[in-house]
Each structure stands twice: as structure tokens, then as C-alpha cells.
């Protein structure tokens, strides 16, 4: 067996599969090994919310904009033409409404109306005892 100098032999060259485009899902999922053990709903959200975590990373710190016919990397918090920023203020603001509303109800306050229009809220409440002892607890 005679090879060139330097040449070592090395096998099949590389090749890159695309088994996802199949049609047949026996194919397509062939290369796939099966799940060793079947995860509970807990472990499935957590890993949903870990891969969230990573993406929203990810993206916010490699937001660019075009600016004077330039692209730029968007280098502060806030991100300017990005509508992520705006989705994950809203949700971020739906949870603190949340937490106001059982706060508010562990006070015996009433909440008769709460309602938010992107960064404005309107709320209207009832008055109870328990908001009079509130109010001269924090010396309002």
C-alpha cells in the first residue's frame, strides 16, 4: 500500500445528511435516538423556559439597526425597532398587574377596575376598613 508523503488516509470524507425533509416520518426520523426515559410536564417547562432564556438572550445581544445607511450592533438596554422589546415589556407588565391585584386583595382592597393601555393603567378600587389602616400605617 503505497500513499503520498504527508497524505495519511483518513476515510470517507464528510457528508451532511438531510433526513428532516423526508416526507415518510420513519426517514425523516430515523438519525433521531428516542428518548430514554419519558419527562413530566415540570421538567418539560422548565426546558421550554431554559431554551426561551437562551433565544431572548441571544437575540437581545445581537440586535443590530441600520442607522445612516450603516448597520450597528445596538449596544444599550431598550432596543430601538425591535418589537421583542415591546412583547417582553407587556408580558413583564401582565405579571406585575397580577401581583398588584392579589397584593391589593390580601389588603381586603377591592379592585373595581384595572386596566392598562401599554405603560398607562387606569384602576379604580373600594375603599375598605383595611385600606383606612393601610393609609395611617404608612403615614399617607
Do not use: C
Not at 419519558?38 to 445581544?61: F, G, P, T
Not at 450592533?73 to 408580558?91: F, H, M, N, P, R
Amino acid at each position: 500500500m503505497s500513499q503520498e508523503k504527508g497524505k495519511k488516509k483518513r476515510g470517507k470524507p464528510h457528508t451532511i445528511t438531510a433526513s428532516g425533509s423526508k416526507e415518510q416520518k420513519e426517514k425523516r426520523f430515523k438519525p433521531w435516538n428516542p428518548p430514554s426515559k419519558q419527562l413530566d410536564e415540570y421538567i418539560k417547562r422548565v426546558m421550554i423556559r431554559e431554551a426561551m432564556r437562551v433565544v431572548l438572550r441571544v437575540i437581545l445581544k445581537n440586535h443590530v439597526h441600520d442607522f445612516d445607511n450603516q448597520m450597528r450592533k445596538q449596544t444599550k438596554v431598550g432596543l430601538i425597532g425591535l418589537e421583542l422589546t415591546a412583547d417582553l415589556a407587556q408580558v413583564s407588565k401582565m405579571w406585575w398587574d397580577k401581583d398588584l391585584a392579589t397584593r391589593l386583595q390580601e389588603m381586603s382592597i377591592i379592585q373595581k377596575m384595572n386596566k392598562r393601555y401599554v405603560d398607562d393603567i387606569s384602576m379604580a378600587y373600594k375603599r375598605s376598613t383595611r385600606w383606612t389602616e393601610v393609609q395611617e400605617s404608612l403615614n399617607l
